[in-house]
């Protein structure tokens, strides 16, 4: 607890202290005390052997009802504003939105119009009423010491707010208990730092904090660890290195990251730092490239690639002919496992014929896009095609004989 805070307290007891005296001495009747009587504000009493009653001071003393009455409404509005003094003090006090020169201007300024109302009852009685009453300083009761006396504390915490308030403008006046509590709060010694990496890759996040008992990790309010195996947190208390690991960075883990230190004790004390993590593209690479393929009519096929890192793969577009075929319906089925690309077509026809292209692009957060591109040819051969090709290609050279396509197209072959 600083300085300034156990003077506001002090205060605050005071001013308790001082409404009470308020009370006491506005209802008590001994301002003046003189042999054959007592007076307060209120009621004028004898002290006499054969009379001790008492009545009402302004029906005694007519010519000073004025003054009575403005001294009695004055100490009224004295005890009300004490009131008022307190609760300015408590919020200043408690009020986390309550801090600050103005404040602290607000409660010494209630402070100081207090006083000048109670100094205010007190002049008028020692000046006008006592003077009419002929009473010296010896005939002066406990009643109005009581008052007098409460005036010279007001003033007193008044200019102690007031120095305090001036001299700890810049938090110089903390005690060595403040100091103490301040150093057992965490502090980033190093702390994190902005970071990028390409997806697919591995990246550690450095931190080293002071005075903390433990260091974690958030993304959004969400504790990393939490929603990712491929996230570790670690933390040497002995010497506050604290890392944050991820493996295989994927796109999803592009954004704002919270290193939180913390400090265990009765009130468990935080400090945090902001950093970004970029996860950037990189070119999807085919270790797996289309081949060209025949097939015959009503025949199924794949069309099969490789990339990786597949984790860099953010979207996949197979082209037929130039033409998109990624969302075609009916005989063609897509296909993605773990960075294997596959391309289904089944009951073949002519028109599956063709030039296909797969395009593999990668894209984070930012603009910036990489891309990568295989390319085959399929063939789809009808019934007859199909039959010769096989003739053709089974064809043998018999000794003494003509290929048979020689024989086809020779006119001049002669026949053995």
């Not at 005036?151 to 103490?180: E, M, N």
């Not at 994190?192 to 080293?208: E, F, L, M, Y």
């Not at 491929?230 to 919270?258: P, W």
């Given at each position: 607890m600083d300085l300034r805070k156990k003077l506001a307290i002090s205060i605050i007891a005071g001013y308790l202290f001082i409404e009470i005296f308020l009370l006491c001495g506005l209802f008590t009747n001994e301002w003046i005390k003189k042999k054959e009587y007592h007076l307060g504000l209120r009621l004028y009493c004898y002290d006499t052997e054969h009379d001790t009653s008492c009545q009402k001071v302004v029906d005694k003393l007519p010519n000073l009802k004025y003054m009575l009455d403005t001294v009695f409404y004055l100490s009224i509005g004295a005890c009300s504003w004490v009131c008022l003094v307190i609760i300015v003090m408590l919020f200043s006090l408690f009020c986390n939105g309550c801090k600050g020169s103005k404040t602290c201007r607000c409660t010494s300024f209630v402070m100081f119009a207090w006083c000048m109302i109670q100094g205010a009852a007190l002049t008028i009685f020692v000046t006008a009423i006592m003077s009419e009453l002929s009473a010296s300083v010896s005939d002066v009761g406990w009643s109005?010491?009581?008052?007098?006396?409460?005036?010279?504390?007001?003033?007193?915490?008044?200019?102690?707010?007031?120095?305090?308030?001036?001299?700890?403008?810049?938090?110089?006046?903390?005690?060595?208990?403040?100091?103490?509590?301040?150093?057992?709060?965490?502090?980033?010694?190093?702390?994190?730092?902005?970071?990028?990496?390409?997806?697919?890759?591995?990246?550690?996040?450095?931190?080293?904090?002071?005075?903390?008992?433990?260091?974690?990790?958030?993304?959004?309010?969400?504790?990393?660890?939490?929603?990712?195996?491929?996230?570790?947190?670690?933390?040497?208390?002995?010497?506050?290195?604290?890392?944050?690991?991820?493996?295989?960075?994927?796109?999803?883990?592009?954004?704002?990251?919270?290193?939180?230190?913390?400090?265990y004790g009765k009130i468990t004390k935080q400090v945090r730092h902001e950093i970004r993590l970029y996860v950037l593209p990189v070119k999807p690479e085919f270790l797996k490239k289309l081949v060209d393929t025949s097939v015959n009519i009503g025949e199924s096929f794949d069309l099969e690639a490789e990339v990786r890192p597949s984790e860099s793969v953010t979207s996949v577009t197979w082209l037929h002919e130039g033409e998109d075929v990624t969302s075609s319906k009916g005989n063609r089925k897509l296909l993605l496992r773990d960075g294997k690309l596959i391309f289904k077509i089944s009951n073949a026809t002519v028109k599956d014929s063709g030039k296909y292209s797969c395009e593999a692009k990668s894209k984070g957060t930012s603009s910036h896009e990489e891309e990568s591109i295989s390319h085959c040819h399929v063939t789809v051969l009808d019934a007859l095609s199909s039959a010769i090709e096989n003739v053709l290609g089974d064809e043998q050279v018999i000794e003494g004989r003509a290929p048979m396509n020689h024989i086809m197209h020779d006119p001049n072959a002669v026949y053995q």
């Open positions: 109005l010491y009581l008052e007098c006396t409460t005036l010279c504390i007001s003033w007193f915490l008044l200019i102690t707010q007031v120095i305090t308030w001036c001299c700890c403008k810049d938090d110089s006046c903390r005690d060595s208990a403040t100091v103490d509590v301040i150093d057992e709060i965490p502090r980033f010694k190093q702390p994190p730092t902005d970071q990028s990496v390409s997806v697919g890759n591995d990246i550690t996040i450095h931190a080293i904090v002071e005075n903390a008992n433990s260091v974690i990790w958030n993304k959004g309010n969400d504790r990393v660890i939490k929603f990712s195996t491929c996230h570790r947190e670690g933390f040497n208390e002995t010497n506050g290195h604290a890392t944050l690991s991820i493996t295989k960075a994927r796109f999803q883990d592009d954004g704002m990251y919270v290193c939180i230190a913390e400090k």
